[in-house]
């Protein structure tokens, strides 16, 4: 089992930083949770104060209905994969996935066995009398994880693995984590400033901001139904694009810039509220006719990425992205439009999404 439970979780560092404000969370058996956030949210707070690194400041952790608070690193039954792999540079391959086994006295034989098990199961099964330096980064990664899965730990943390690959390494290795995580099903929180690593990578995905956990869910939610305006812009590439407006008349007007459609009767019925909408760059279209769900824009610049183009449309002081199939000449005058049903609706004042 591998069950983690946060209740009001608080974090407040010595000097008064509050990094982590009521995280409530549960976490599965064998589920894959991705923290994601800003730099600085506080993700590798919750996951330090999970291994035991770090105080728990306020709230209570349990670790299959056990409260672990007050539990030293070693005592629990979680394992942890650094950013810079933090191997014993003066150990050998198979010293290092073993350390962590030989510090538990886990007898000889049966550290040779699992490390053996391990080093087969990662393909690191050639590499085991050599030092880390005679490594390469994605090498010493799966050593990294080697050490883990020689644990057997009922939870694995893993902070930002994948930072110090180069990008064609970091996808492969992206899917071999999460193939290993499938076929061990040990309960893992991965944690990453990167949303694309989130979205491929978790059962549900928590995203934080400022220590305040703004969302909990799957990929697919994430992206359909973003829960405020923060979420909404940090899933997503490029981002989602915002246009803020005011209900009047039963639509959404921004007469500054030229902006008039039709709307749900459910936001529509809310006159002179403060609105903002947001479409994604990829449910944008170019029209041949005007249409009523569009407006027209300026193209400022396309640029290429090999499958489509991102063009750049001005709309009076905001900044307009669209992700299309085909190529559009700068300065061209054109009627974008969009479905409805692709339109997030988000409150002006409290940015927190509207339902329709
Ligand atoms: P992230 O992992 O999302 O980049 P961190 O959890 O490392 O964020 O940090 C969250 C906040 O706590 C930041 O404002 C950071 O400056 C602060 N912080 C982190 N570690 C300490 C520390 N040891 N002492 C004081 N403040 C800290």
């Known amino acids: 089992m591998?069950?983690?439970?946060?209740?009001?979780?608080?974090?407040?560092?010595?000097?008064?930083?509050?990094?982590?404000?009521?995280?409530?969370?549960?976490?599965?058996?064998?589920?894959?949770?991705?923290?994601?956030?800003?730099?600085?949210?506080?993700?590798?707070?919750?996951?330090?104060?999970?291994?035991?690194?770090?105080?728990?400041?306020?709230?209570?952790?349990?670790?299959?209905?056990?409260?672990?608070?007050?539990?030293?690193?070693?005592?629990?039954?979680?394992?942890?994969?650094?950013?810079?792999?933090?191997?014993?540079?003066?150990?050998?391959?198979?010293?290092?996935?073993?350390?962590s086994l030989k510090v538990r006295h886990v007898d000889k034989g049966e550290i040779f066995d699992r490390v053996m098990d391990t080093s087969r199961f990662l393909q690191i099964q050639n590499y085991l009398t050599r030092l880390p330096g005679q490594l390469s980064g994605g090498q010493k990664q799966r050593v990294s994880l080697g050490r883990a899965v020689a644990r057997k730990t009922r939870v694995f943390l893993m902070d930002e693995p994948l930072s110090n690959l180069d990008a064609k390494l970091r996808a492969h290795t992206r899917a071999e984590i999460v193939k290993l995580q499938r076929q061990l099903a040990i309960t893992t929180l991965y944690v990453t400033h990167d949303q694309i690593?989130?979205?491929?990578?978790?059962?549900?995905?928590?995203?934080?901001?400022?220590?305040?956990?703004?969302?909990?869910?799957?990929?697919?939610?994430?992206?359909?139904?973003?829960?405020?305006?923060?979420?909404?812009?940090?899933i997503g590439t490029p981002p989602m694009n915002f246009i803020p407006g005011k209900i009047l008349g039963g639509r959404f007007v921004n007469k500054e810039l030229g902006i008039n459609l039709a709307v749900p009767a459910k936001v529509g019925c809310q006159e002179g509220k403060s609105i903002i909408i947001g479409?994604?760059?990829?449910?944008?279209?170019?029209?041949?006719?005007?249409?009523?769900?569009?407006?027209?824009?300026?193209?400022?610049?396309?640029?290429?990425?090999?499958?489509?183009?991102?063009?750049?449309?001005k709309l009076g002081s905001l900044v307009i992205t669209g992700s299309l199939p085909d190529y559009v000449p700068n300065n061209a005058k054109e009627w974008v439009?969009?479905?409805?049903?692709?339109?997030?609706?988000?409150?002006?004042?409290?940015?927190?999404?509207?339902?329709?």
């Open 197 to 234: 690593e989130a979205m491929t990578m978790a059962d549900r995905i928590v995203v934080i901001d400022h220590g305040v956990i703004q969302q909990v869910g799957t990929p697919q939610e994430l992206y359909t139904k973003p829960a405020n305006i923060f979420v909404a812009g940090f």
């Open 2 to 99: 591998g069950m983690l439970e946060y209740k009001h979780i608080g974090k407040i560092y010595n000097g008064g930083v509050r990094a982590v404000s009521d995280f409530n969370l549960s976490i599965h058996d064998g589920e894959f949770i991705v923290i994601v956030g800003p730099s600085g949210c506080g993700k590798s707070t919750v996951l330090r104060m999970t291994a035991g690194l770090e105080e728990i400041s306020e709230g209570d952790l349990y670790l299959d209905g056990v409260r672990i608070n007050d539990q030293p690193p070693v005592e629990r039954d979680i394992s942890v994969v650094f950013q810079d792999y933090a191997l014993y540079p003066q150990l050998t391959v198979y010293d290092n996935v073993g350390m």
């Open 337 to 356: 439009s969009f479905s409805m049903e692709n339109v997030h609706f988000f409150d002006g004042k409290t940015t927190m999404r509207l339902e329709v």
């Open 279 to 313: 479409i994604r760059p990829e449910h944008l279209q170019i029209a041949t006719t005007k249409q009523d769900e569009g407006m027209e824009l300026v193209v400022m610049d396309t640029q290429f990425i090999g499958s489509r183009f991102y063009v750049l449309f």
